[in-house]
Nanobody, 117 residues
C-alpha cells in the first residue's frame, strides 16, 4: 500500500512564498508521475503541477512561472515551491502518485494553504 504525506502548508501574505513537500513510501521513480493538485474552497480539485519519472515537468497556466516542482529521488520526496502567491492560490493542496496500476495510485491527506493579508 503506497502512502503519501504532504507537509508545509500554512498562512502566507499575498506576494509571499511557501514550499510544500510530498513524501512517498515507495520509490518515486517507479511511478508514471507525481502530481500536485489543489481544491479551492467551493470548487473542484484541479491539477497544479506534475513531474514524470523521466523528470519532465508541467504546470497549469494559473501557476506557470510562479510555482516550481522538483524531486529528490533519494528521499522519495516531491516539492512544490510556490512564489508570488495570490489569494486565488488559497486551497487544500494534495499530492498523488500516478500509475497505470490502480492499487498504486494514492492520495495524501492534503495540506491547507491560505493566502491572505
Amino acid at each position: 500500500q503506497v502512502q503519501v504525506v504532504e507537509s508545509g502548508g500554512g498562512l502566507v501574505q499575498p506576494g509571499g512564498s511557501l514550499k510544500l513537500s510530498c513524501a512517498v513510501s515507495a520509490s518515486i521513480l517507479s511511478f508514471r508521475a507525481i502530481t500536485w493538485y489543489r481544491q479551492p474552497p467551493g470548487k473542484e480539485r484541479e491539477v497544479v503541477a506534475s513531474i514524470t519519472s523521466g523528470a519532465t515537468t508541467s504546470y497549469s497556466d494559473s501557476v506557470k512561472g510562479r510555482f516550481t516542482i522538483s524531486r529528490d529521488s533519494a528521499k522519495n520526496t516531491v516539492d512544490l515551491q510556490m512564489t508570488s502567491l495570490k489569494p486565488d492560490d488559497t486551497a487544500v493542496y494534495y499530492c498523488k502518485t500516478e500509475s497505470t496500476i490502480a492499487t498504486r495510485r494514492a492520495w495524501g491527506q492534503g495540506t491547507q494553504v491560505t493566502v491572505s493579508s
